[in-house]
Nanobody, 125 residues
Framework: QVQLVESGGGLVQAGGSLRLSCAASGRTVSTYTMGWFRQAPGKEREFVAAIRWSSGDTYYADSVKGRFTISRDNAKNTLYLQMNSLKPEDTAVYYC??????????????????WGQGTQVTVSS
């Protein structure tokens, strides 16, 4: 089993920054990919960013490219999401997720094995 705990959400004005963290514990030795997703009220959960744990290769949704940066600290088993130039449309609950096995997709929520509880990010205009 793997446990994921997010932190770092909050209220910020448009144009501001936040950094989310996701601490992983348990059987994390087989981590293949970790990702961030978000879900706004009344909308489906959507892909934000992902990182291959061993290679560090990163992937982003077009809506956040150039503003958000995903990174990881292998020694601490922690995933980060640096969010800059935040917009009101970035308001959502942000979830981190983990793939234990090699999957065909990094952007499909259904292909992640473990999820955190989520952290609220609210961007005011």
């Amino acid at each position: 089993q793997v446990q994921l705990v997010e932190s770092g959400g909050g209220l910020v004005q448009a144009g501001g920054s936040l950094r989310l963290s996701c601490a992983a514990s348990g059987r994390t030795v087989s981590t293949y990919t970790m990702g961030w997703f978000r879900q706004a009220p009344g909308k489906e959960r959507e892909f934000v960013a992902a990182i291959r744990w061993s290679s560090g290769d990163t992937y982003y949704a077009d809506s956040v490219k150039g503003r958000f940066t995903i990174s990881r600290d292998n020694a601490k088993n922690t995933l980060y999401l640096q969010m800059n130039s935040l917009k009101p449309e970035d308001t959502a609950v942000y979830y981190c997720a983990l793939q234990v096995y090699i999957r065909t997709s990094y952007f499909s929520a259904g292909q992640y094995d473990y999820w955190g509880q989520g952290t609220q990010v609210t961007v005011s205009s």
